[in-house]
Structures are given as C-alpha cells and as structure tokens.
C-alpha cells in the first residue's frame, strides 16, 4: 500500500513537499515514481528513484526545482516541489514497480492522487 499526502494551494514560487508513505510490505527492489495528471491531460512522468536508494531521473520540466529522497525510518518517499509555477498544477501520485521503473499506465502499486495547485 501506497499513501500519499501534502498537496495543497500555493502561490507561485512556493514550495511543498509530498510524501508518499510505504506501509504492510517492503518497497525492497522497487522504484518509485512520482507523476502527475494536469487537468485535461494524461497522466505523465515527474521523478522516479530506487527504494533503496538512488536517483532514476526526472523530467525535464522540473529538473534543477523538484528533488525526490527517502527515509527508510519511516518507509517514505518524498517530492520536495520548490520555485512552484501554475503550470506544475496538477494531481499527483505515487508509484511503485518491482525492477522496474513505472510508467503512466502501469505500476504494481498506486498512491491515491494528492492535489498541488499553484496560483499565479
């Protein structure tokens, strides 16, 4: 089970964190992913590390803004979402695969979405 959480409603230029919390198994093995589904669009990639450490990537559009890290005391993931735009507005999710990095449309296990709206 996938849980994410610490979307909400920030100016531009703000920041938030999500979080995205592992719990009833290990994530030993996975990556996980961070996407987001912008209103009227298809969900798409943001940020992708190894459970256990180590960075896949991230999408051009939030390279050099958007970190992802971990806590393996408390079995959470998180997305530090810094120098936020209007256009990062969006759901987002959580994502996790076994040996491989999970895409749009497929993942082992899913976090429920978590709101992020930036206002200009």
């Known amino acids: 089970q996938l849980q994410a959480s610490g979307g909400g409603l920030v100016q531009a230029g703000g920041s938030l964190r999500l979080s995205c919390a592992a719990s009833g198994r290990t994530f030993s093995g996975y990556a996980v992913g961070w996407f987001r589904q912008p209103p009227g669009k298809e969900r798409e990639f943001v940020a992708a590390m190894f459970w256990g450490g180590g960075i896949i990537g991230y999408a051009d559009s939030v390279k050099g803004r958007f970190t992802t890290s971990r806590d393996n005391a408390k079995n959470t993931v998180y997305l530090q979402m810094n120098s936020l735009k209007p256009e990062d507005t969006a759901v987002y999710y959580c994502?996790?695969?076994?040996?491989?990095?999970?895409?749009?449309?497929?993942?082992?296990?899913w976090g429920q979405g978590t709101q992020v709206t930036v206002s200009s």
């Open positions: 994502a996790a695969r076994r040996g491989q990095l999970p895409t749009p449309s497929y993942a082992d296990y």
